[in-house]
Each structure stands twice: as C-alpha cells, then as structure tokens.
C-alpha cells in the first residue's frame, strides 16, 4: 500500500472520530475542542449548530476522501498520484472549515 496514502488515511480516520462526538452534539462548550470562536463560546445555541455541521460535513468529506481514494486507485502501491491524495486530503478537511465559517457568518448577519 501506498506509505503516504495510508499516512493521509490514518490521519482522516483520526479526524472523522473527533468529529463523531461534534456531530452527535456530545461536546459541551469549551476552548479545547470543536469549534471555537467569538460567537461559539459565547452562545450555546451557536455552538452546538456549528459543531453539528462540522462533524456532519466533516464524516462525509472523510467519506468522500476514501472514496474518491478507491475510484482513483490512490492505495495502490505503485500509484504515481500521491499529489492527488494529498489534495483530496486537503479538500476533505478545509471543506468542514469553509462551512463552519460560513455558516457562523450567517449566523451573525442573522442576529
């Protein structure tokens, strides 16, 4: 198998199980863990939206990475696009970020 896929493939494994506890909203408030902003740490209601999103969004990047992974033959160890996984694994961790950004924006105009 392919060292820097499985490298990219443990690190989303990793990063799809802390989104689990975001998405199914078992995290309370903190400094530490999820996201963490202004308008998070000071609402409730905020928080708990915005962790939901990502670990949501964050499951099906992770997903898609593993998928787009299998389609695109990147496991195999003679595979010449170790370039290609570097950026699925890119995608699949800025797209939960942008969300949760954009959605705490919204959130925002909306107050």
Known sequence: MNDIFLSLSVGMLVLMA????????????NRFYGVRTTLTLRDNTAWYRANRLFGKVMLLCGAGFFLFSALLGNWRENADNAMTSIVLFLL???VPVVCALVNESRDKRGS
Request: charged fraction near 20%; charge should be positive.
């Open 92 to 94: 699949s961790v800025s």
């Open 18 to 29: 802390v989104a689990i506890p975001l998405a199914r909203q078992r995290i309370k408030p």
